[in-house]
């Protein structure tokens, strides 16, 4: 691939340009950062992606409806069921088909699974990047069984595509109740021992506080949703905002904190994980008899039109954008992917700290790559 | 302000453009000589308060290469949709509003990238994923015969 890396022009001499990555261990992926650096300080950040860029929204443009949700489980990996959702939900509101609360109790649970297990990847390896290698093994031994509640149900232990236009692909296995419950259990007396060995660190407190501190108007100028956000007090709770779902029926805080800094993105994702908790415990004992799915027809067309909708993953908002012809597929597919956006903001968060820093800041952003490249 | 509101917003900033109301949102079809000018008012009106672009994609109409914007107020919880065209597929060319919302730098380098839609004023307008060897892969008329299968 012949490409240019264009070097900022400076007067100061001393300025070294450092090439972090695509393969380095603390992108989480293919992210190729062109830092420049002025001592140990980080002057400048060109992010290149594009690695892994598979033309998601072209592809859409050629299969239907219901095969685009096997391409979007491969977008954020972490959010599968998320993204299976938009797609779901949009086609569902397109064509005006009414969702059985059965289905909707199903899919709350399982996003909140989803985000669950995110997060828990996200603390084992933001614990990793700074230096503690036994978090890695404490998040990965506890959402190993999240995984494993998934393969039982979906099949699938990351790419589930377990949602589909009208309801979902199979019924949920008979031990998913009491497995999910039990995972609670055991979760609630897990999660004091991830605030034991990182959050009261003291290490881990220097490192992160006041480190990269994003304010309220750079989040709305940046469009940077999730976690990342809501640590900076920018209220984007889509769950809250527009609810979809069953989102409607349970109770759950927003999570919010104003500091903004590399420590609150953290906090943000660490409380989510017990909000999280808090709405499975809600409705698990509660899912509504019915059907799985609503029989759909065999050919998916969209009225002629344009939709949106929005689903809230676990590192932010997902907007999906819809052009119809009132043909079988898609004129053109559009993905809003938070990662993508979330990406933009990395160099003004990171520029003025050490290089050092800005593994803790990238790390907190908390990025999946293939969502970034689609 | 709800759709009908946002309508007569529009309307009272310029009488000349087009206004619809879709399904979901307003949508204001806007000429790209004024779209700079009306997104600036729409950010800063204290009355409208769109500071948030949450999406904005480019869009192959066949003829015509767009732009659609989606912006929020998170002051007022209202949306709009913008959208504008350009005939001129050989060098199009629509202003860019980086300098409104920091935002737009990335979606407008991923337009480009992919649809060949120059942004005028754009700080940093190069190929995000793919290199200069390519042609605009979401334009309706690219072919390419070796990776793409068609039905």
Redesign the interface.
């Known amino acids: ?3 240019k890396v ?1 070097i900022i022009a400076t007067d100061e001499k001393q300025e070294f340009i450092v090439n972090m990555g695509p393969q380095h261990p603390s992108t989480h992926g293919v992210l190729r950062l062109v830092v420049s650096l002025q001592g140990e300080t980080v002057k400048n950040i060109q992010p290149h ?2 690695y892994i ?1 598979r ?1 998601i ?2 592809m859409c443009e ?1 299969i239907t409806y219901p095969q685009i949700i096997h391409l979007t489980d491969r977008m954020d990996y972490l959010s599968a069921h998320q993204n299976n959702e938009s797609v779901c939900l949009l086609v569902e509101k397109a064509l005006e088909v009414d969702i059985p609360d059965r289905i909707k109790v199903i899919r709350t649970i399982m996003s909140e699974l989803s985000r669950l297990q995110s997060h828990q990847l996200f603390w084992a390896t933001f614990g990793m990047d700074l230096g503690g290698q036994t978090c890695y093994f404490y998040g990965l031994r506890d959402r190993e069984m999240i995984l494993d509640i998934f393969e039982e149900t979906t099949g699938g232990r990351m790419i589930v595509s377990y949602n589909c236009p009208g309801g979902l692909m199979y019924d949920i296995h008979p031990n998913f109740q009491k497995r999910v419950k039990d995972f609670i259990k055991y979760f609630r007396k897990k999660l004091p021992e991830y605030d034991t060995i990182l959050t009261g660190n003291v290490i881990f407190r220097e490192r992160t506080s006041g480190i990269g501190p994003l304010t309220l108007q ?1 989040a ?4 940077i ?1 999730g976690p990342s956000a809501r640590a900076s007090g ?3 709770d889509v769950r809250k ?1 527009e609810p979809y779902s069953a989102y409607d029926k349970v109770k759950f805080n927003e999570v919010l904190f104003s500091e903004g800094d590399t420590y609150h993105r953290y906090m943000a994702r660490n409380d989510e994980m017990r909000q999280s908790m808090n709405t499975i415990e809600q409705l698990i004992d509660n899912i509504p008899e019915g059907p799985y799915a609503v029989k759909m027809k065999p050919v998916i067309k969209l009225p002629e ?4 909708q ?1 689903v809230e993953t676990a590192r932010g ?1 997902l ?1 999906l ?1 819809v ?1 119809s012809d009132g043909n079988k597929n898609p004129y ?1 597919v ?1 993905f ?1 992917s938070p990662n ?2 979330n ?3 990395l160099n ?1 968060l990171a520029k003025g700290f050490k290089i050092a820093d800005l593994i803790a800041i990238a790390g907190s952003l908390d990025f999946v790559i293939p969502d970034m ?1 689609r | 302000m709800d759709n009908k509101q946002l309508e007569d917003f529009i309307k009272s900033i310029d009488q000349d453009l087009e206004v619809r109301i879709g399904k979901q949102f307003t949508e204001v079809i806007v000429p790209p000589a004024k779209l700079y000018s009306l997104a600036r008012q729409l950010r800063e009106n204290e009355e409208a308060q769109f500071d948030f672009m949450f999406n904005l994609s480019g869009v192959d109409y066949g003829h015509d290469l767009g732009v659609v914007y989606h912006l929020r107020s998170t002051v007022h919880n209202h949306s709009i949709v913008l959208k504008t065209r350009t005939s001129d597929r050989e060098n199009p060319q629509i202003d860019s509003l980086a300098g409104i919302w920091e935002t737009a730098n990335l979606h407008e380098r991923e337009v480009y990238d992919l649809l060949g839609i120059r942004f005028t004023n754009h700080p940093d307008l190069r190929r995000l994923f793919l290199d200069s060897s390519w042609g605009f892969p979401l334009r309706k008329d690219y072919v390419d015969d070796i990776n793409i299968v068609t039905k």
């Open positions: 691939m012949e490409e264009e992606i594009g860029h033309g929204e072209k050629s750079d709305i100028s940046y469009g949703t920018l209220s984007c905002h039109g344009e939709y949106f929005r908002e907007g954008f052009i053109r559009k809003r993508f956006v990406l933009g903001v003004h490249d």
